[in-house]
Nanobody, 124 residues
Framework: QVQLVESGGGLVQAGGSLRLSCATSGRTFSSYTTAWFRQAPGKEREFVAFITWGSTTYYADSAKGRFTISRDNAKDTVDLQMNSLKPEDTAVYYC??????????????????WGQGTQVTVSS
């Protein structure tokens, strides 16, 4: 059973930046498609970005131009660089992985393994 651990969350002012990292036990991230999702209080979990084992990336419209997902092979992490943060980005951010093909990697149903989440709070 793969274990995922997110880090890097915190409190930041609007317009600021944070870098989230997801670390894994077991196989390296190059074996997985890895995604970031987020869940705000009272809202459903929503897709943010994914990176495939082939390094193809894809972003939710809300993340395009502000967030960058990347894989650091040396550290074996998948990172989410978040710039120009807005109060509406406040949420618990989760990383998730899958090693199988799925028709839509922006769907949470594609991912059998999830981290425990890290809180991101953006103040106005």
């Amino acid at each position: 059973q793969v274990q995922l651990v997110e880090s890097g969350g915190g409190l930041v002012q609007a317009g600021g930046s944070l870098r989230l990292s997801c670390a894994t036990s077991g196989r390296t991230f190059s074996s997985y498609t890895t995604a970031w999702f987020r869940q705000a209080p009272g809202k459903e979990r929503e897709f943010v970005a994914f990176i495939t084992w082939g390094s193809t990336t894809y972003y939710a419209d809300s993340a395009k131009g502000r967030f960058t997902i990347s894989r650091d092979n040396a550290k074996d992490t998948v990172d989410l660089q978040m710039n120009s943060l807005k109060p509406e980005d406040t949420a618990v951010y989760y990383c998730a992985v899958t090693s199988t093909r799925y028709y839509s990697y922006s769907s949470s149903r594609a991912y059998p393994a999830w981290g425990q989440g890290t809180q991101v709070t953006v103040s106005s």
